[in-house]
Each structure stands twice: as structure tokens, then as C-alpha cells.
């Protein structure tokens, strides 16, 4: 069924309405005072990719004099991004190579030294590739700061209800400083949480201070998108709204989340006893369980990572990073010497 005033052909450049909603819903809550004030545009994007390109597009042309701020590390396709728009960008500390965890000091002190008015970029779960994220306090200290320089949180949301195996839990970050009353700008992808990578579903959410100032910001986000890709794609927008419009199948999806996010989570857990139990030196191998998502830095230097892969045949990026996604617990042993090995016999 098309709905009213849709093309049969094409969608509105702003996206189908009914994933608009269901997605809008699933980030904030259908009861946050930003939807039902009518605070929030949201523009479907070509996925996680695309969104974060428009919202880069849009801070390019009416924030001409901003700079965005970008974790160190972070997904590489975010320095990309903001480079073709042409938007001046720097990091903030926020791995620490000691503890294998969040340099949450540099953090606050990079975001303080920052110009005014500065765009952050946030992970909002699942930091991708370090799996650390700040905790519940930690988000209210770095809302505090944000609020005090005037910056603009622009929130990445790539793994909502696939890295907890919680929607809710997942979006808590983003919510905290929607709590507050603050504008910013929220990316979404669908590739991961319902597998729909070949599909590029997602969307662009701008919270803003007034109903009058989201639809303007609507208007220049589809005048931005127009000279673009014209036109979101429609199969994959119809499966997210039909999946989360109809309760049988949104648990369903939410019992798969809570599924795989739980598979990713067992593993951690035998990743790590493996290590702490062949390991004799000592070393605290507890990072392992207090990262989330798919990822895991496991503070492997770029030698290490090479003789993962040439002696062990365990193929990871050169930062150390390696996919939980991809490994089961019949190999979290193997994995375990891999690493051990790698550590402690290569400098």
C-alpha cells in the first residue's frame, strides 16, 4: 500500500514517513518531549554512511567557522567524511594504550580546549574500533562540558539494541542529553541490528529548540539531499517500519538482538577466562569483558597484529582490533595463544 502522496516510483527526498516515525521513536522514545513537541527532523539517509555525509553537508554550509571533533581513535570512514565536506576537524584523546580502556581526563580536556560552538562526535554505543564506552556518569560529565563551551553533540548510532541486546539501553546515551535540552545532530544505521548492509536504511536527526527551527532544519537537510542521491531507497525503509509497527515481529527482532548480543557477550566471557587461565605473567585481561559490542582493541601493536596473522593465520586490522562477530567459542582458545603469543614474544 502506498501512502498518501507517495510516488509508486520514488519515495519523498525526506524518506518514507512511517520509517521517519518508527525511527525517530526507536532512538528517543515514543514518549521524549522532543517528538511530542514536534522538535526533532528526521531525514532518511542513505544508511549510517549517508546520514553522517548530510549531516557533514549541512554543518559545512550553515556553520561555515565550526570544527568537528573526532575521537582517537575512530571508525576511518569518519575522517573521510567530514574531509569531503570539507569541514575542519581534530581528536580528542580517548584510547589509552596503559589501561586498555577510555583516557576519560584527556577526553574532557581535549573537548574543553576546543573553539567554541565545535561539533563532537560521539559514539553513542559500541565505540567502533575500541569497544569502550564511558559510563552513565561518565556521559553526564561530558554533557556538562559540551553544554559549558556551546558545542553541538553529533551523535554516530551504528549498533543500537546489537550491542547490549537492549533499543532502550542502547539509545540511553543520546536520551541523557536530549534530557537536557540540548540540540544535536544523531546518525542511525540499519546494517547491523537488522542486517540490512546491500539495503542503506537509516537516517539524520536533528534535535533542535523549537518545532519552527526542526522544519527549517528539515527543509535545508532535503535541499542538501536533493543535488545528492534525490531519493532514499524504499524496500528496506518499508521492512523497518513493518517490522517495528508490528508488535509479533518487533519482538521477534528484539529476541534476535538480545540473541546475538548475548552470543558476542559469551564469547567475551571465554575469550577472557582462556587468557587469564593460559596466561601466566599475570596480566589483567579484563578490558576484554568491559568493552561491548563487536569489536575488541586488544592492545596489539602493529608488529603483534602482523604476527597474529603470519604465524597464528588470525587476520585483524594493524590498530589490534579484532571482530567478536566473527568468532566462535570453539576458537576462543586458539585465540587465546594467538594473542599471549603475539604480547609477549613480539615487540
Known amino acids: ?38 522538535r526533532v527532523a528526521t531525514v532518511q539517509g542513505l544508511s549510517g554512511t549517508g546520514s553522517l555525509r548530510l549531516a557533514a553537508a549541512f554543518i559545512q554550509r550553515y556553520f561555515p567557522e565550526a570544527k568537528a571533533l573526532i575521537s582517537s581513535p575512530t571508525w576511518g570512514n569518519h575522517k573521510n567524511i567530514f574531509n569531503d ?12 594504550p596503559r ?21 563532537v562526535l560521539l559514539h553513542g554505543c559500541a565505540h567502533n574500533p575500541t569497544g569502550i564506552d564511558p559510563t552513565p556518569e561518565q556521559w553526564e560529565k561530558i554533557a556538562d562540558v559540551i553544554q559549558e563551551k ?68 528539515k527543509s535545508q537537510l532535503k535541499r542538501l539531499a536533493r543535488p545528492m542521491y534525490s531519493n532514499p531507497p524504499v524496500h528496506g525503509a518499508r521492512i523497518v517500519a513493518n517490522v517495528v509497527g508490528n508488535p509479533t515481529l518487533f519482538n521477534e527482532w528484539k529476541e534476535e538482538m538480545e540473541l546475538m548480543a548475548g552470543r558476542i557477550k559469551n564469547v567475551r566471557q571465554k575469550l577472557f ?37 603470519n604465524k597464528w593465520h588470525v587476520y585483524m586490522t594493524k590498530d589490534g582490533r579484532i571482530s567478536l562477530a566473527g568468532l566462535s567459542l570453539s576458537k576462543c582458545e586458539y585465540l587465546a595463544d594467538a594473542i599471549i603469543d603475539s604480547f609477549h614474544n613480539v615487540s
Open 85 to 96: 565536506a570539507r569541514v575542519p576537524w581534530s581528536e580528542y584523546r580517548y584510547y589509552d
Open 1 to 38: 500500500m502506498l501512502e498518501k502522496g507517495e510516488n509508486k516510483e520514488y519515495l519523498p527526498i525526506e524518506g518514507l514517513a512511517a520509517f521517519n516515525k518508527a525511527t525517530a521513536e526507536l532512538l528517543l522514545g515514543a514518549d521524549n518531549a522532543a517528538l511530542q513537541e514536534g
Open 273 to 309: 577466562d582462556s587468557l587469564s587461565q593460559k596466561d601466566k605473567s599475570g596480566k589483567d585481561w579484563s578490558f576484554i569483558l568491559k568493552q561491548i559490542g563487536m569489536f575488541s582493541f586488544t592492545g596489539l601493536n602493529k608488529a603483534q597484529s602482523d604476527n597474529m596473522t
Open 150 to 217: 556551546n558545542h553541538v553533540p553529533f551523535f554516530d548510532v551504528a549498533y543500537q539494541g546489537f550491542a547490549s541486546g537492549s533499543l532502550d539501553e542502547d539509545a540511553s546515551s543520546v536520551r541523557t542529553f536530549v534530557a537536557r535540552g540540548m540540540e544535536l545532530l544523531v546518525a542511525q544505521s540499519y546494517s547491523k541490528n537488522l542486517g540490512l548492509y546491500a539495503e542503506r536504511i537509516g537516517a539524520i536527526n536533528v534535535v533542535c529548540s523549537s518545532p519552527d527551527a526542526a522544519t527549517r532544519v
Open 99 to 119: 589501561t586498555v580502556g577510555l583516557d576519560f581526563d584527556g577526553m574532557i580536556a581535549d573537548i574543553k580546549a576546543a573553539p567554541d560552538g565545535s561539533f
